[in-house]
């Protein structure tokens, strides 16, 4: 499947092949997988020389070489947080909004401005460190609700804002 060309921001262009021109994809800032590999880093550093040295207290240091498990899965998940990244991204259509993700298991989400009954911008303590926000789009139907991770706070307040106002709109014309 061509995704079409990435750009330094992460955005991406999918190329259609409709008459008319495709949705214009967003990809998530970069603030997102540097938090993801920080938090990556600080659960399994300290895992492995936890590993390292009561096994190697209670079991012997032959079984201390057993703390490089917690090392071999930090070096094959800081790869995969890069492409799970990447994969991230939403376009704004006229009617709905779409939001896809997943490198294995591709899962795209559409979801029409009318059915939109709130959408609210959350940001944790580490988010805020690292200067980003989350959207989350809530519909009544709890099986179609949506989160945007990772967001600028700008941008997530500038989507939101646009998305209630469109909400409104097409729920007003229901």
């Not at 993801?36 to 079991?59: D, E, K, M, N, T």
């Amino acid at each position: 499947m061509d995704t079409g060309a990435r750009g330094i921001t992460g955005a991406v262009d999918t190329p259609d092949t409709s008459d008319g021109p495709g949705p214009v994809w967003t990809g998530l800032p970069r603030g997102l997988l540097k938090l993801r590999r920080l938090l990556l880093v600080l659960w399994l550093v300290p895992a492995a020389v936890a590993a390292g040295v009561l096994l190697g207290v209670f079991a012997g240091p032959p079984w201390a070489a057993f703390a490089v498990l917690p090392l071999a899965l930090l070096a094959w998940g800081w790869p995969m947080l890069g492409r799970n990244w990447r994969s991230w991204r939403y376009a704004e259509r006229a009617d709905d909004l779409l939001i896809t993700r997943g490198v294995l298991w591709r899962e795209e989400t559409i979801v029409p401005y009318g059915r939109m009954q709130l959408v609210e911008v959350t940001s944790g303590p580490l988010e805020r460190r690292f200067g980003l926000a989350s959207l989350q789009l809530h519909t009544a139907a709890a099986a179609t609700d949506a989160t945007i991770p990772g967001l600028a706070p700008a941008e997530a307040e500038r989507l939101r804002d646009r998305l209630t106002e469109l909400g409104e709109a097409r729920s007003a014309g229901l």
